[in-house]
């Protein structure tokens, strides 16, 4: 967030500061043009310099202006006078510091020297409703750069209340409470406000999901940023966002979860399904997992995809030789026929998993659910994965429902968060078409 004071100070300058516009006395055709601004009455002093304050402060002369600004502020009596002087001020000061940027964009710029102008801005009684939620906002940015979470958390949401709004401003919000200290409220905070646009029809950044992910990741909250994650792929189920998530969740340095090779292989899955698989090492990694576990169906089909793809380069002897294995294995195995038959009469369940497995790798997702099931009810099988695999079988058939009841039913860690991953998939799919 550290960028936060420099992107502030550049909207800040480009679209000027007070806003405030003097009429010059010279220019007045009649009693009520010599206010000086509109709206305001200033004493003959202060209006006999306000314009030329500001005209010079526009010409962006600061050292004419500066004495012209502390003349207005020493003869200042009432409160319209107040509030002009504190206005010139702040707008003297925000010149200054866009001058200096602009002449050393990389040296450090004081930005203290607008919270004395903004505080005067904040307690004047004439202080225009329109702008006061601008100040707030400037002044919470200040307490910010300054390290001051909890005061700039504030500032931030008593302009939040008096009506200002500007591009990613809860997301700013939420990044301040949690600097704060406050992780729990601020993405509290940011879900009611995806929620609220969502409802409204508004489009919410992936800035918003990322921040989510990565704010509750690092602060080793594993269920938020689950669902974090569920939230970022159900607005952009993009292979591209399935993906990152994925990645995240199980292969990244800073993963959510630590999978084991079977789990791993239901992770590709899904990758797979969401036309999200990323290179040739995952592809081989995928075919050699499965192959090891006795499906070379399945091995035979994921590497035949990614040479398709060409993420899998045609000179890969690794991927020539595994896709001769395995193609050599189906043919020794033949019809899966009398795997089923054998598997129902066993005693235990451990057949009927793999022979599921095999019918998953084939596409045959009605035998694969069968078997799966049978499976289940023999026992002696791990039944967290077997569900899982259930339920990928049922979300491939297009048996929304039963798949999101064989998810609901794993528990355990890192299982119960892959079935949770594809119970989203199950609920948005994908943009890209999914594997075969």
Request: hydrophobic fraction near 45%.
């Amino acid at each position: 967030m550290k960028t936060l004071s420099k992107l502030a100070l550049a909207a800040v300058l480009a679209t000027g500061v007070s806003g405030l516009a003097i009429v010059a006395p010279a220019a007045a055709k009649d009693k009520k043009e010599e206010q000086a601004a509109p709206g305001f009455k200033l004493s003959k002093p202060v209006q006999a310099i306000a314009y030329q304050a500001q005209q010079a402060i526009t010409a962006r002369t600061p050292a004419t202006a500066e004495p012209l600004v502390a003349q207005i502020e020493a003869q200042a009596t009432t409160d319209d006078d107040k509030y002009i002087a504190a206005a010139l001020r702040y707008d003297l000061e925000n010149t200054k510091l866009a001058i200096a940027q602009a002449a050393n964009p990389k040296a450090p710029l004081d930005e203290t020297v607008l919270a004395k102008p903004l505080d005067a801005l904040l307690a004047a009684k004439n202080t225009p409703a329109a702008d006061r939620g601008k100040y707030l906002f400037r002044r919470g940015q200040l307490a910010y750069n300054g390290g001051q979470y909890p005061v700039a958390t504030q500032y931030f949401t008593q302009a939040k209340q008096a009506g200002y709004n500007s591009p990613d401003f809860d997301l700013q919000l939420a990044k301040v409470k949690v600097q704060a200290g406050d992780t729990a409220g601020g993405l509290a905070d940011l879900d009611r406000y995806i929620t609220a646009q969502k409802a409204a029809g508004q489009p919410v950044p992936e800035a918003y999901y990322r921040f989510g992910i990565a704010t509750a990741n690092n602060k080793k909250m594993a269920p938020e940023t689950l669902a974090w994650m569920q939230k970022y792929v159900a607005a952009y189920p993009t292979p591209k966002v399935w993906r990152d998530v994925i990645l995240q969740f199980a292969f990244a340095q800073n993963s959510l979860a630590t999978p084991d090779k079977a789990q791993n292989v239901d992770l590709y899955r899904l990758m797979r399904a969401a036309g999200a698989m990323p290179d040739q090492a995952m592809y081989e990694d995928y075919a050699k997992s499965v192959y090891d576990r006795g499906n070379p169906y399945e091995a035979a089909a994921v590497l035949k995809e990614g040479m398709a793809s060409g993420r899998i380069p045609a000179s890969s002897t690794f991927s020539k030789g595994l896709l001769t294995a395995a193609n050599g294995a189906i043919k020794t195995e033949g019809s899966l026929a009398g795997s089923e038959k054998q598997a129902l009469a066993a005693k235990d369940g451990k057949i009927a998993a793999s022979t599921g497995d095999a019918y998953l790798g084939q596409n045959n997702y009605a035998k694969a659910a069968e078997l799966y099931r049978a499976a289940l009810s023999k026992g002696g099988v791990d039944a967290n994965e077997v569900n899982t695999r259930l339920g990928i079988a049922l979300a491939r058939s297009g048996d929304k429902a039963g798949a999101q009841a064989a998810f609901g039913a794993v528990t355990g860690n890192p299982r119960a968060g892959i079935a949770a991953l594809w119970t989203t998939w199950t609920q948005v799919g994908s943009n890209a078409a999914p594997a075969a």
